[in-house]
């Protein structure tokens, strides 16, 4: 397993929005000796990090902050966990922030994959690294192979190779990361919501609409050259419950391309509901009887 020492010398910060990722991401630099700097936005939540110290700072006050980073020995950055595009106070910024304003509002004003290689850019130029969640903790995106007890028959496969030229198609105007599909049709297309509102939305459908194909899965993959440092899908145990919850038979992803988060919990809830999960090679079925 690659660790982060791997990845250069001096000290890693994790920069958190909300989900399990900073959590995980935290708990194995600590396992390595290497406990990370913390950091949010003000005001954002992060339950799942607990009692551990985070460091406060706002988008206007960007430059102090990275500032203050560098001051604490931090070289390399993570940008982990979900952050809602906050909302600028003109009266707030400083001045070495305030030369940034062009680009930070275009990347406020820029689809997601957009916005964070503008972010990247930024923290890139005053002297960070920036690594992704899959460079510090690999085992988190797992290799191609079926992980549960059901397996995807032919018409699971024949949906998820729709849902992949869906979700490509979405992927290359920088709209979303996942589709639903069933029976050919597809259901709900992820867009800035998310992937909790599109499952929330199929199921939602489905109660309206009982002649709604029955069945279908939904597919995740990165959009086509996304930036994977900042924004690499991700699902977890929530994502197969509510999967569950829309009557679907499971969930396939890009091998190599989704982070899974919990592994053990997800793959525990996906059998107990009677999915499958399956992580998808780019060209079809390789690997489908392989489970690990």
Do not use: N, Y
């Not at 906050?86 to 275009?106: I, M």
């Not at 988190?140 to 028959?153: F, K, Q």
């Not at 709604?212 to 990165?222: D, M, R, S």
């Amino acid at each position: 397993m690659t660790g982060a020492g791997d990845q250069g010398g001096g000290q890693v910060a994790i920069l958190a929005g909300t989900g399990l990722l900073p959590r995980l991401l935290a708990e194995t630099l600590e396992a390595q000796g290497t406990p990370p700097v913390l950091a949010g936005l003000e005001g954002l939540t992060l339950e799942a990090l607990g009692d551990r110290p985070v460091q406060r700072f706002r988008i206007e006050r960007l430059m102090p902050f990275l500032d203050h980073l560098h001051a604490q020995g931090v070289r390399r950055v993570i940008l982990a966990g979900a952050v809602r595009r906050p909302r600028l106070d003109p009266e707030a910024f400083d001045p070495r922030t305030a030369a940034l304003v062009p680009r930070l509002a275009a990347a406020l004003g820029a689809g997601d994959d957009a916005a964070l290689r503008i972010v990247i850019e930024i923290i890139e130029e005053d002297g960070f690294a920036v690594l992704g969640a899959h460079d510090i903790a690999p085992d988190l995106v797992p290799g191609p192979g079926v992980l549960t007890a059901r397996s995807p028959d032919a018409a699971d496969r024949a949906d998820v190779d729709r849902a992949a030229r869906i979700v490509a198609a979405l992927g290359a105007v920088d709209v979303g990361q996942g589709a639903v599909v069933a029976r050919g049709l597809c259901l709900a297309l992820e867009a800035l919501p998310g992937t909790d509102a599109m499952l929330e939305h199929v199921a939602q459908m489905r109660a309206r609409f009982p002649d709604a194909p029955a069945g279908g899965l939904l597919f995740k993959a990165p959009k086509p050259g996304q930036e994977l440092r900042a924004d690499m899908p991700a699902l977890g145990p929530d994502a197969v419950r509510r999967a569950a919850g829309a009557g679907l038979r499971g969930i396939a992803w890009q091998a190599g391309g989704v982070l899974l988060l919990d592994r053990a919990a997800t793959v525990a809830a996906a059998d107990a509901a009677g999915l499958f999960l399956w992580a998808r090679e780019s060209g079809g079925d390789a690997a489908l009887s392989d489970r690990g």
